[in-house]
Structure formats: C-alpha cells, structure tokens
C-alpha cells in the first residue's frame, strides 16, 4: 500500500509537528483543484453508505476524524474526499494563541501512539468561521470542538465557550465542549460536578439563543466510573446530545516504548493503540449511566474492524479517529467502516 510502504516512511523521518505541517499543506493544494480531489478519494475508493441517526443528524456512516488534525478548518474538503463522514475541527478558542513550545508532538511507533503537548494552538474561532462560511456542497458534518483560552480564568471560562459558539454558530452542525485537554493548566478542573453544570449550563442556554445546535461534551479517560457516570447524567440534564469518549490520557502504558524516552518528553496526552481498551471501557460506563438518551462517539485507540466492533458492542453510535489515522493511513476509513453494523 503506498501509505505504508512510501509515504509514512518519509513522513516518520520528519519531527511530527513538521510532518504534520507538511501534510496539511499537501491537503490544502489537492483539495484546491478537481483533479486533487479525485486523487484523494483514489485513497479509498467508493464507501457505501451506512446512515447512522445521531443527535438529530444523519451521517453517512460512522466513521469520523477526531478534533485535533484540522485545527482551523483548513483541510474540510480534502478530508471528506478521503471518506470521512464527520470532521470535527479544532479545538478553537475565541481568541488566537500559539499554544505550548516546541516541541509538543512525539510519536511513539513502538506503540503506535502519539504524546502531544499542543496547548490548543489555534488562529482562533473568528479565523476559522471565514473559511467554513465558504462551505461546499461537497461537505458532509461538521464538529465544532471549542475550548477556553489559556489565559482565562476558570471562572470566566463559560465566557470563552459561549464567545466561541457565537462565532462558529452558523457554520457547524453540532458543538463539542472540551473540559478534558491535559495540555491547558486546569481545564479538566472543569469536568469537577459544581464548574460543569455551570459550564453546560451556559452552553444550553446560549446554543438555545443562537439556534439550538446538537451539543457534545468530550471527558477524560483519567476519571473514576463513578466521575465519568455523574458527568454523562450531567450532560444529559443540561439538554447535551452527546458524549464524547475519550481525549487522550496523562497516563503512560506504552509497554513497548522505553521508560527513558518516555520520561525525556515529560507532560501531554496520550493516544493511540494504549487507549485502546479504556476508552471502550469508559464508553460501557456511559452508556450504562445513560443508555439511549445520549449519542456515545468513540474516540481512543481505533485502529481495526475489532476495536472498532468493541466500542459499538459497548453502546458507541460513532467513531472517530486520529493517531490510528497517522499510523494506518486513509485505506482504514473504508475499513473502519465496513466493519460496523447497524442495529
């Protein structure tokens, strides 16, 4: 597969951050011209659809790319010709800021995970709405995955997610709430019961001023059954549609990888295969606390058709994928999806 065989090969040679600035740049110029879309979607091929009925939106099939990859909505149009049937940009805030120094991005091939340390580096909301107001008819759903600046109190913190949402309101199809970052100094502070139900709270009613959109809260991997049950009971009182399970984890079970370089990158977020099963174990709990009342999408560790089955087994209506996406390539999105079955 030429992915496999030539181009993450070239890629693994580059620093992350600049492979992933490099890969960005290439989707920008091919999505630009009809004859770059068609060579995308060469990556995949035809995917048949496979509605899935969720959050009051239809999706053409369940497999998503997680926020975090496009994070100024730069990319739209060549991420749904590899076949994706959501994109959740961002995470954005109201205002620009460059995030953490680099380096903030460290693959971990050994275990086919990623640590990253971004720090919500964004142009900002208002940036992002200019290229999403120039949306295509090409377009499937899009996520918008809205965050507090770092600079902002967490008390004020409902200000920037409320600032966010004005800006994104008309040109998003659903909004997700990011309390769960480990790479924003007190952010998950907010996932604490009394600070969410302010937040989602504020979120509800200013999304019911605006035009209801469908709402999404993501919550960390790094909760006990009880702390993630609460929030899910939560979001769902709140007037949430969904929940979003996991973001990446301050954990560091990566067997494979020595615990020296581990300790050399220091703090951020674990992703990829580590994730695998506690993100399918949080979603269980989830869809325990709330069964059908609240859209489950899985995020962590997909990979392949099984774990792919795992998170649908335990009660996920979707997935999303990212550090899967680096590792295995766009064939997976085709894959991904023909392994889900509906019902």
């Known amino acids: 597969m030429l992915y496999s065989s030539l181009l993450r090969p070239l890629l693994f040679r580059l620093p992350a951050e600049r492979a992933h600035n490099l890969t960005m740049a290439q989707m920008r110029m091919l999505q630009s011209t009809a004859l770059g879309r068609s060579l995308l979607r060469s990556f995949v091929g035809n995917i048949a659809p496979k509605p899935v009925n969720a959050m009051g939106l239809t999706f053409e099939h369940p497999v998503g790319l997680a926020a975090g990859l496009d994070k100024n909505a730069e990319a739209m149009e060549g991420f749904f010709a590899l076949g994706f049937s959501h994109v959740e940009i961002g995470t954005l805030t109201p205002r620009p800021q460059p995030g953490n120094p680099q380096p903030r991005l460290f693959r971990l091939p050994e275990d086919q995970a990623i640590i990253n340390r971004m720090g919500f580096n964004n142009r900002g909301a208002e940036n992002a709405a200019l290229r ?23 008390e004020q913190a409902h200000e920037d997610y409320l600032l966010a949402m004005q800006a994104l309101h008309t040109h998003v199809d659903y909004f997700t709430v990011n309390i769960s970052s480990p790479n924003t100094p007190g952010l998950r502070d907010l996932q604490h019961e009394a600070a969410l139900k302010s937040l989602l709270e504020a979120v509800a009613t200013e999304n019911k001023r605006l035009g209801a959109k469908p709402l999404a809260v993501k919550i960390a991997p790094d909760l006990t059954q009880e702390e993630v049950q609460n929030m899910a009971r939560l979001a769902a009182e709140s007037g949430f549609q ?33 994730l695998t099963q506690k993100s399918t174990e949080v979603i269980g709990w989830v869809k325990e606390a709330v069964g059908d009342h609240l859209t489950i999408i899985g995020v962590g560790g997909v990979f392949t058709a099984q774990d792919v089955t795992d998170k649908r087994n335990a009660g996920a209506d979707l997935v999303q994928v990212y550090t899967g996406f680096v590792y295995q390539g766009p064939s997976m999105v085709k894959q991904l999806q023909a392994s889900w079955k509906n019902g």
């Open 242 to 274: 969904g929940i979003i399970a996991t973001n990446t984890t301050i954990g560091r079970n990566a067997p494979n990888t020595s615990q020296e370089r581990i300790a050399a990158i220091g703090a951020g977020g674990l992703s990829g295969r580590p």
């Open 132 to 154: 999403l107001a120039q949306r295509s008819h090409r377009w499937k759903i899009v996520g918008g995955n809205i965050g507090k600046n770092k600079d902002t109190p967490n």
